[in-house]
């Protein structure tokens, strides 16, 4: 692990290793599950209109699983926002 990463769970204290979790190797807490984000929680939305009709997705993860909203997902550090709202 780097020295700029946690090196141990933030909920239970065990020792963290790299699993892969959305598309990127990261700390991860093999005792609960926690996964370690190195960076701040910025999120982007796109909003698409086409003959007077907004797209709307179905949420795949919680919370709120099975609701609708606007195509959105987490910017990580050093992602271009721009290139990520393309690739929603």
């Known amino acids: ?44 939305a796109v909003l698409i209109e086409k003959d007077d009709q907004v797209l709307l997705v179905r949420r795949a993860v919680d919370p709120r699983r099975g609701k609708w909203t606007l195509p959105a997902g987490f910017i990580d550090a050093g992602e271009d926002l721009d290139q990520d709202a393309i690739g929603f």
């Open 1 to 44: 692990m780097n020295s700029d990463q946690t090196n141990y769970c933030i909920r239970c204290g065990t020792a963290l290793r790299l699993e892969h979790h959305f598309d990127r190797q990261r700390p991860t807490c093999p005792n609960c599950g926690w996964v370690y984000f190195p960076d701040p929680k910025v999120a982007a």
